[in-house]
């Protein structure tokens, strides 16, 4: 009889629809206990130890994630994320070592979606993989029943339907998840949103120990769109702004 696997949060997985994940990491005991929580949930795990292993093996076996740790040997997890967004869009859990916001924005900068620091409790790191993979999931669907029109505040244009951005004309480029927060702060421009707010529409997270995360992003997403477009409420959240009218 076929198995049906059924994860921690109640999202069931046949072997026949199972997703693929690539683990990268070269500790062997951190790298086995992602390996079996992932298989526990139903996933499909490979692994692989250094940058070239790591970038090999997504070429040859084309994963619908990479958890993907930062320091590798041959090069580092930075270099794995730019030559595997290269090859084919896929999304990316960085782990880092160091709870240094340099590495994070530098990772959110080369393509990741997400970030967690070490240590890190693996049924978090399984809820993470199961939000971003239904991130994409709901970006392909809004990619084959796209909303009509663009959203133009002021010199920022947002395409839903082809998921694209730009700024006084120009092309710019967001991770899935930048654009999902983008697209969460600019359907109530102005209006500020809490930071736990933010974690529930655009992560699917109830756990406010998150919001590290959202500060982290907003400051990828103000580099890209321009800092004095998103207003910071301190201890509040943030807003979109838009040109007086």
């Not at 990479?66 to 041959?74: E, F, K």
């Not at 959110?108 to 240590?119: E, F, I, N, S």
């Not at 933010?198 to 580099?223: F, P």
């Amino acid at each position: 009889m076929e198995q049906t696997h059924t994860s921690q949060n109640g999202t069931a997985a046949t072997p026949g629809a199972q997703r693929r994940v690539l683990v990268v990491e070269d500790d062997p005991t951190i790298v086995d206990a992602i390996a079996a929580r992932l298989r526990a949930e139903g996933f499909l795990v490979q692994t692989a130890g250094d940058g070239p292993a790591a970038v090999d093996t997504a070429e040859a076996w084309q994963p619908d994630l990479l958890i993907l740790d930062i320091m590798l040997p041959g090069f580092d997890g930075l270099e794995v994320c730019r030559r595997v967004q290269a090859q084919r869009p896929v999304p990316v859990l960085m782990l880092t070592a160091r709870d240094d916001e340099t590495d994070m924005l530098v990772g959110l900068g080369v393509g990741a979606d997400d970030y967690m620091t070490k240590p890190f409790s693996m049924r978090e790191l399984a809820a993470r993989v199961h939000v971003l993979l239904r991130r994409v999931e709901r970006a392909a669907l809004a990619a084959s029943t796209p909303r009509s029109g663009i959203l133009r505040l002021g010199e920022l244009e947002i395409d839903h339907a082809q998921r694209r951005v730009r700024v006084r004309s120009e092309d710019v480029h967001l991770t899935p998840t930048e654009f999902d927060l983008l697209v969460c702060l600019a359907n109530t421009p102005r209006a500020v949103l809490s930071r736990e707010q933010l974690l529930a529409e655009v992560w699917d997270w109830a756990d406010a120990s998150g919001t590290r995360t959202v500060d982290s992003h907003i400051k990828a997403l103000r580099r890209k769109i321009g800092a004095e477009r998103i207003r910071t409420v301190h201890g509040v959240g943030y807003a979109l702004e838009t040109p007086t009218p």
